[in-house]
């Protein structure tokens, strides 16, 4: 039987007012030397700074336990990592595991990222359209990173390096297991495994704020084996997406994320349910999506890449998915536009062919079937591929989905592109891509069904 280490018996003082790092961190060298054991957090509020954890340790934070974390960015000292698809020196993730077997984070707690500060100071740096470094947290990292202002970005904050920790991420780790926990109030990314293989996460709810930024629930990132059920998801960006590295660096790395299920999940706020991209290079595959609830979320499966990002996108199912009052049900946009630079729109979002390189993103044998969408506010869907590299094998099966009669936003809501004509009408518009459908049904659109423009196949399935 491992040992359990209760907090509180060896130092923690609950109530807010007591940073506890140095009680995690003398119990996280205990488990380290006697080979596993359990980090107990009782019922209280627990102040903290990041934390540490190694093979075999399981941290539970029990019913009525809040783990709360301390918005100092200088106590999270640089660590290398990935940030938004690339290797480089980020600040030290709240909850960390490096090279890690058997790591367990379960509980009917709490764990409280604080982020409202990491959000204001990002916010204002944005506003003031902040290009480099000028806290010495954000010289120490560009220090590190060697960084000239070229590296490719998403949209988080590299320009001024301004690099937010997840609330928790796994780095290359081993049989990892999230279960029951409730996470709120990430400064950046809330879950993020990154090179992982073997992880379940089951009956968690994950809750930033609607306008908090860059707050991604769950991050898959070139990890394989991993399965996510009953989970509640309500943030400030997308629910759960499937990354796998960014442009040349991630194209040298080629590792992928797959052998994905996500099931029983229900998914709120969010810029996507279930996302795929936009950091594409090394590939995701073998992904199964069922009996998902979407309400309210800005895209149901959104799929996103443009040109420099490369990598293949294939083999995807969804199955049995309920949406309601959602943007649109569906957009696989190679033009997604969020963090491109200004000097290389001419390129990325052209209309015409391009050179087919590795750093092309291509997509192939989709399945999307069994979908009900009601109320959609922008559109039936946006599927755009490359003139050079169409999506291939798209198949739309047994839809059933009406446009909202009331709270409409404008079509070209539907997704972040960039290069693209506009279009008024609202329903499922098609560029570069050849698509199958069978039973599809669009209701209260104005308009036709299905849109067909450049590079359109359509066909019944």
């Excluded at 490369?310 to 569906?330: A, E, S």
């Excluded at 590795?358 to 506010?377: E, F, K």
């Excluded at 739309?396 to 936003?409: G, M, P």
Aim: charged share 20%; glycine share 12%; aromatic share 6%.
């Amino acid at each position: 039987m491992t040992p359990v280490y209760d907090i509180v018996e060896y130092g923690a003082i609950p109530g807010g007012g007591k940073d506890n790092s140095a009680v995690f961190a003398d119990i996280g060298a205990r488990i380290r030397k006697e080979g596993a054991g359990t980090i107990l957090v009782p019922a209280g509020e627990f102040l903290t700074g990041p934390i540490d954890l190694g093979d075999n340790t399981r941290l539970r934070i029990e019913k009525g336990a809040t783990l709360r974390f301390i918005d100092e960015p200088e106590l999270y000292n640089p660590v290398e990592t990935r940030w938004e698809g690339m290797i480089c020196h980020a600040m030290h993730p709240l909850i960390f595991a490096r090279n890690a077997c058997n790591v367990v984070l379960d509980g009917e707690g709490c764990i409280d990222g604080n982020g409202k500060s990491w959000w204001d100071t990002h916010r204002a740096e944005k506003a003031a359209h902040q290009k480099g470094p000028r806290t010495p947290i954000e010289k120490k990292l560009a220090g590190l990173n060697h960084y000239n202002g070229h590296e490719p970005s998403g949209g988080g904050g590299r320009e001024a390096q301004f690099l937010r920790p997840p609330l928790v991420q796994f780095l290359s780790c081993t049989s990892v297991r999230i279960e029951g926990l409730r996470f709120v109030d990430s400064p950046f990314w809330t879950i993020h495994p990154v090179f992982c293989q073997g992880l379940v996460i089951s009956g968690v709810s994950i809750r930033n704020p609607p306008d908090a930024p860059n707050t991604d629930g769950i991050d898959i990132d070139s990890s394989s084996d991993v399965t996510i059920t009953g989970t509640r998801v309500d943030v400030g960006d997308d629910c759960i997406a499937l990354k796998a590295g960014s442009g040349v660096q991630g194209l040298h790395e080629g590792h992928a994320s797959r052998n994905i299920s996500i099931s029983g999940c229900t998914f709120l706020s969010g810029h996507g349910g279930v996302v795929i991209g936009s950091e594409t290079a090394g590939g995701i595959e073998n992904v199964d999506v069922v009996n998902c609830l979407f309400k309210g979320s800005d895209r149901g499966i959104r799929i996103k890449s443009r040109r420099g990002r490369g990598g293949m996108i294939q083999n995807l199912t969804f199955r049995n998915l309920l949406m309601d009052k959602v943007l649109t049900p569906l957009t696989i946009n190679m033009y997604y536009n969020c963090g491109s630079r200004a000097d290389e729109a001419a390129f990325l979002f052209s209309a015409s062919k391009q050179e087919v390189t590795n750093q092309t993103p291509q997509a192939r044998n989709i399945v999307i079937s069994n979908l009900v969408a009601t109320d959609c506010r922008a559109s039936a869907g946006f599927v755009i591929g490359l003139p050079e590299a169409g999506i291939e094998g798209l198949r739309l099966e047994n839809w059933q989905v009406s446009i909202a009669d009331r709270d409409l936003v404008p079509v070209e809501k539907a997704e972040m592109y960039q290069g693209l004509d506009g279009y008024p009408d609202r329903g499922i518009r098609i560029e570069n891509a050849q698509v199958s459908m069978l039973n599809v049904k669009i209701e209260n659109c104005e308009g036709p069904d299905v849109i067909t423009g450049r590079g359109a196949k359509v066909a019944p399935a």
